[in-house]
T-cell receptor, first 114, second 111 residues
Framework: NAGVTQTPKFQVLKTGQSMTLQCAQD?????MSWYRQDPGMGLRLIHY???????DQGEVPNGYNVSRSTTEDFPLRLLSAAPSQTSVYFC?????????????FGPGTRLTVL | DAKTTQPTSMDCAEGRAANLPCNHS???????VYWYRQIHSQGPQYIIH???NNETNEMASLIITEDRKSSTLILPHATLRDTAVYYC????????????FGKGTKLSVIP
């Protein structure tokens, strides 16, 4: 299993540009989520999904859109990038069972908005 | 979710046990204690979780006080690769998936 994969690893955008951060998992996990991590801070939840076709907002959703058309993929879209969105973005997935709810995180995408 | 308090940083000698404390005095009856760690620039990694009993796995042990208001993560023989930020997270168990990360404890393992 590749686990959780994220592309790209690094990205530089200009203010106002749009882009999509890709996240995929091959563990057949129902739950997927996006976090952002600013320097010296913990992770903050942006959006999450409990299954295909179902998404919801987290703590800091403004400026980001998500969709979940398949179990495997959960892309994060920045419609009009702003310098405040400079951050490291992590995708995570988890099974919905009655188990330990261990979340598996991807390696991150480092985004700089100029 | 209940709030957690952790020391900002700790040092541990290589080969010794690392004991990382966490206070969660407002924890409610259905909330679990989870520990994750984040090695420099990588995605967080699950370590262990528990409700009220002490737990042990191949990575660590988790000791939860009887009143559940605090807990300690124990790495029995710390290595340099254990240098990381450790996050203590309290959240409901099955059916709840959102993790609320604080700033965690930066553990430095010293040779």
């Amino acid at each position: 299993n590749a686990g959780v994969t994220q592309t790209p690893k690094f990205q530089v955008l200009k203010t106002g540009q749009s882009m999509t951060l890709q996240c995929a998992q091959d563990m057949n996990h129902e739950y997927m989520s996006w976090y952002r991590q600013d320097p010296g801070m913990g992770l903050r939840l942006i959006h999450y999904s409990v299954g295909a076709g179902i998404t919801d907002q987290g703590e800091v959703p403004n400026g980001y859109n998500v969709s979940r058309s398949t179990t495997e993929d959960f892309p994060l879209r920045l419609l009009s990038a702003a310098p405040s969105q400079t951050s490291v973005y992590f995708c995570a997935s988890s099974t919905q069972g009655l188990s330990k709810n261990e979340q598996f995180f991807g390696p991150g995408t480092r985004l700089t908005v100029l | 979710d209940a709030k957690t308090t952790q020391p900002t940083s700790m040092d541990c000698a290589e080969g010794r046990a690392a004991n990382l404390p966490c206070n969660h005095s407002t924890i409610s009856g259905n909330e679990y204690v989870y520990w994750y760690r984040q090695i420099h620039s990588q995605g967080p990694q699950y370590i262990i979780h528990g409700l009220k009993n002490n737990e042990t796995n191949e990575m660590a042990s988790l000791i939860i006080t009887e009143d559940r208001k605090s807990s300690t993560l124990i790495l029995p023989h710390a290595t340099l690769r254990d240098t990381a930020v450790y996050y203590c997270i309290v959240k409901p168990g099955a059916g709840s998936y959102q993790l609320t990360f604080g700033k965690g404890t930066k553990l430095s393992v010293i040779p």
